[in-house]
């Protein structure tokens, strides 16, 4: 059964820095790109960028291109979303999301059960 | 970016009912739509991808169809567990792979 387990909730201060994670199991991690969607308070989905741990080859959206890092540890089989300055406007729901792909496109099938972070002064 | 449009924002129809949610694309996404549920305080849940196939487990009330730049996803016979809301998401050009704002079905 694949599985993503993400991170507890997260309160931090504008300016700090964040690292939340996403733990995958039950199927090959190094196979399947992994990645971050947003969702602000009240708001849609909103597609980060994603990950392919097996080489680390990353693609993001240009909203959130140098706003955010995201990277993996295939020996733990986790992925990561980083932030170096936070700002109040970070504040949100943050879910990890692996792909499945059919034809050679893909598309989000299994999905963390999201890490709330909130951003505040 | 492909921008995606889905209507109404919000749909209101009675259990038992037929319920047709849309999605436009702003240029051709081939078939590499899929469809998510959310329900309040879960995640996303995939319900439909390649525009018509369901997903694992996904029941046969809930269809697929379209192609191109316009989609539909319907809900043949609306229970109380289908109350949510409902994303499109094209994965043909990207990145981004972009959904849309959402519909939020609502009981009647």
């Known amino acids: 059964e694949v599985q993503l387990v993400q991170s507890g909730a997260e309160v931090r201060k504008p300016g700090e820095s964040l690292k939340i994670s996403c733990k995958a199991s039950?199927?090959?991690?190094?196979?399947?790109?992994i990645g971050w969607v947003r969702q602000m308070p009240g708001k849609g989905l909103e597609w980060m960028g994603i990950?392919?741990?097996?080489?680390?080859?990353?693609a993001y959206s240009p909203s959130f291109q140098g706003q955010v890092t995201i990277s993996a540890d295939k020996s733990i089989s986790t992925a990561y979303l980083q932030w170096s300055r936070l700002k109040a406007s970070d504040t949100a729901m943050y879910y990890c999301?692996?792909?499945?792909?059919?034809?050679?496109?893909?598309?989000?099938?299994?999905w963390g059960q999201g890490t709330l972070v909130t951003v505040s002064s | 970016d492909i921008v995606m449009t889905q209507s109404p924002a919000t749909l209101s129809v009675s259990p038992g009912e037929r319920a047709t949610l849309s999605c436009r694309a702003s240029?051709?996404?081939?078939?590499?739509l899929a469809w998510y549920q959310q329900k309040p305080g879960q995640a996303p849940r995939l319900l439909i991808y390649?525009?018509?196939t369901r997903a694992t487990g996904i029941p046969a009330r809930f269809s697929g169809t379209g192609s191109g730049t316009e989609f539909t996803l319907t809900i043949s016979s609306l229970q109380s567990e289908d109350f949510a809301l409902y994303y499109c998401?094209?994965?043909?050009?990207?990145?981004?792979?972009?959904f849309g704002q959402g519909t939020k079905l609502e009981i009647k």
């Open positions: 999301a692996s792909q499945s792909c059919t034809n050679g496109v893909c598309f989000f099938e299994y």
């Open positions: 039950g199927y090959d991690f190094t196979k399947y790109w």
């Open positions: 990950i392919y741990p097996g080489d680390s080859d990353t």
């Open positions: 240029q051709s996404v081939s078939s590499d």
């Open positions: 390649d525009a018509s």
């Open positions: 998401q094209q994965y043909n050009n990207w990145p981004p792979n972009t």
